[in-house]
């Protein structure tokens, strides 16, 4: 990506003007499409006073279908802007600014791959440093890690990082010895720490790597109003070749634009957060964006999981602006890349998202930030609402003893069906139809020839999908409700297949669903078997299916064929392209270096030995260990090497400057001299 590539706006056109027009707009137009449905529900279903069962379908169908004509509005509204301001020239940048405000870049870690964190942040500063503005910014590695042995792989990585380096940014590296709060508790320690060194902080994720040219400019809208108070970038999935990495990033290349062009037009500066990619003015977010504790235990008290939403709602709440720049290149992250991996990420985000229930009504917040929690709560709960609503409508069927039996009830629930899926379905289209407008685009996906067939296999694996998710989504609602609580583990970021065993363990419960809803419909309703196919379908084959969508083979053989393309496969972004020869770097000398001899290595070499003390030291981050426990550990690496001690007694270790001090003098001793140490007795 050029500099020329990027589009200087003022800051009034971050959002589309005129936001009071488009959700009334919105509002009448979801609430009329609502009211039709609703209307020929009722049709379809005749008289409803016998039926009980029909008493609650209508309010369930009635909240599903607003969710449905909101999305479809939207998308339909991003589409009509996208169209009409197409011709439209770009503005320059107004900002009269010629230097920057200081800066910190954020990169929260936790138990990730030190080779691709360190790819990342050497990408991004090699990009920053084509820009006149480097020396305006400082990255830091926020660790969270509890592995010893990655925590000091990413110390290695960084001290070697640094060497590296020539630029004018610094790059710091900081690990809590307790990792409270998570995330949210891991940027709140920074900004404690440092935070009043800086103006304006982006945020990141491990997996995140952004231009330097679209960090620059981000900082000039954020300098051009001061009351802007976070300014999001949608990151763009890139990187990953399984099938269903594949699927996502093509589906989030290919539709997001149209729906985050319309999304942006009625929540204005009362936009959202999605906890990365992000810039935001470090003192308000200091001073209203620290996160209550909910009353209770968790999962739904307790420390807040899903930080972001919250935090927006906060910075909203204070006065400040909240706006999303969604037409700014050059942000990225990664996806999962199977079935599985996208469920473990989908359970702690729904623990998340139904603690905001108890946030919606909090005092103070605006509309539009309890419209966004409530929002982020429906994406979960209407899972087990439309699998509600399913069973329910086979319950009524079986009241009636009428199964679709009349050419009537056929015709009216084909409409009703039909209606549905054009709300579902056309924001997909209408993506199209933008992209019919945009030629050079068009051609960065491979073309119609290309473009076609990729949709009709995304959308055709997106119906598979829909009941296996909302198999595990209806799980997730229900078992945190009854006080399941997730746990906080890192998360899978490479490419690699289920194996059979794991997907049968799996999704067996899926499959078994899938089996019996298929003999029960076939013997007392075979009439509705072809209605309910897509759903029995998706859930009978969800073994094989799910080790399908984590094939890279199938990944790659698609993308020879160009299907499935994105922009950033047709041609790598500088960015990427950084990042991509990064990688190689830092991955051929992590194969270099075995991680479980690390320990040994830090104890042998003196220069590893003083940049952990040095660390440890000038980040306040040490914690003594009893001395019997120290000497536990001297006797045991010194009779039967450091690989023998435990992972939490290396834990322990590496926080204690003076014990590891003494051990290394004794561990050299004994390397270089073995005959003189060989009687010699412990510390």
Not at 90 to 119: G, W
Not at 638 to 665: F, K, M, Y
Request: glycine content about 6%.
């Amino acid at each position: 990506m050029n500099a020329s590539s990027i589009t200087p706006l003022k800051v009034s056109q971050v959002s589309q003007p005129g936001s009071r027009r488009f959700r009334l707009s919105l509002a009448v137009l979801t609430l009329t499409t609502t009211a039709f449905a609703i209307w020929l529900f009722l049709w379809s279903l005749g008289d409803i006073s016998k039926n009980p069962a029909t008493w609650l379908l209508v309010p369930l169908f009635a909240l599903l279908v607003l969710i449905i004509s909101f999305s479809f509005w939207t998308s339909t509204l991003g589409l009509w802007l996208t169209i009409s301001q197409r011709r439209q020239t770009a503005s320059t940048s107004q900002s009269s600014h010629s230097s920057l405000p200081r800066m910190a870049i954020l990169m929260p870690v936790y138990n990730e791959t030190p080779a691709s964190v360190f790819a990342n942040v050497q990408a991004m500063i090699e990009s920053l440093a084509t820009t006149p503005h480097a020396a305006d910014f400082d990255l830091f590695v926020l660790s969270d890690t509890t592995n010893p042995d990655i925590w000091l792989e990413e110390e290695r990585m960084w001290g070697r990082l640094c060497q590296r380096l020539t630029g004018p940014t610094n790059v710091f590296y900081r690990r809590r010895p307790k990792n409270t709060a998570r995330k949210a508790g891991n940027i709140a320690d920074f900004c404690e720490r440092w935070g009043t060194q800086y103006d304006l902080m982006i945020v990141l994720d491990a997996d995140s790597v952004m231009d330097g040219q679209t960090m620059v400019e981000m900082a000039r809208r954020m300098q051009d109003d001061p009351a802007l108070g976070i300014l999001q970038v949608p990151p763009v999935p890139v990187n990953r070749l399984s099938f269903f990495a594949r699927l996502q990033q093509f589906s989030a290349r290919l539709y997001s634009p149209v729906h985050m062009e319309g999304f942006s037009s009625w929540a204005s500066f009362d936009s959202n957060y999605w906890g990365h990619n992000a810039i935001i003015r470090v003192a308000p977010f200091i001073d209203h964006c620290g996160l209550p504790t909910l009353p209770g235990v968790a999962p739904l008290g307790g420390e807040i999981l899903s930080h972001d939403f919250v935090e927006a709602a906060l910075m909203a709440r204070g006065g400040w602006k909240v706006a999303l720049a969604h037409d700014l290149a050059g942000s990225y992250e990664e996806c999962p890349t199977t079935l599985l991996d996208y469920a473990k990420r989908d359970q702690r985000w729904c623990q998340g998202n139904l603690q905001h229930m108890r946030l919606i009504i909090s005092e103070g917040l605006r509309p539009i930030s309890r419209l966004h929690l409530a929002m982020g709560v429906m994406s979960y709960l209407a899972s087990p609402l439309w699998l509600l609503f399913t069973l329910l409508g086979l319950l009524a069927m079986a009241i009636d003893g009428i199964w679709l039996g009349s050419t009537q009830e056929r015709i009216s629930g084909l409409v009703v069906f039909a209606f549905t899926m054009f709300l579902l379905m056309a924001p997909k289209v209408w993506s199209l139809v933008a992209l019919a407008f945009d030629r050079p685009r068009r051609e960065q996906f491979g073309g119609w020839s290309k473009i076609i067939p990729s949709v009709l296999i995304e959308t055709a694996a997106s119906v598979l999908v829909a009941p296996i998710m909302m198999l595990f989504h209806t799980r997730f609602v229900i078992s945190t409700l009854l006080g399941e609580k997730v746990q906080w583990n890192a998360q899978n970021r490479g490419d690699g297949d289920i194996d059979f065993l794991a997907a049968c363990r799996v999704f067996g419960p899926h499959t078994l669903t899938g089996l019996v809803g298929s003999a029960l419909i076939l013997f007392f309703a075979p009439g509705l078997f072809l209605w309910l196919s897509p759903i029995l379908l998706g859930l009978t084959l969800t073994i094989p299916f799910s080790r399908i969508l984590g094939s890279v083979e199938l990944g790659q053989w698609l993308a020879h064929r160009r299907l499935l393309l994105i922009p950033e496969e047709s041609e790598l972004t500088p960015i990427l392209k950084l990042q991509q020869r990064a990688l190689e770097q830092h991955e051929q000398y992590a194969n270099a270096h075995d991680r479980s001899q690390l320990l040994g290595e830090l104890l042998s070499d003196p220069g590893f030995q003083a940049l952990h003390a040095s660390i440890l030291q000038q980040t306040a981050a040490g914690l003594p260990a009893p001395e019997a426990k120290v000497r536990e550990w001297t006797q045991a690496i010194l009779t039967q090497g450091p690989e023998s001690l435990s992972v939490e007694d290396r834990r322990q270790l590496l926080l204690d400057r003076e014990a590891l001090r003494e051990l290394h003098i004794q561990y050299r001793v004994r390397q270089l001299h073995p005959e003189q140490s060989a009687t010699a007795s412990p510390m």
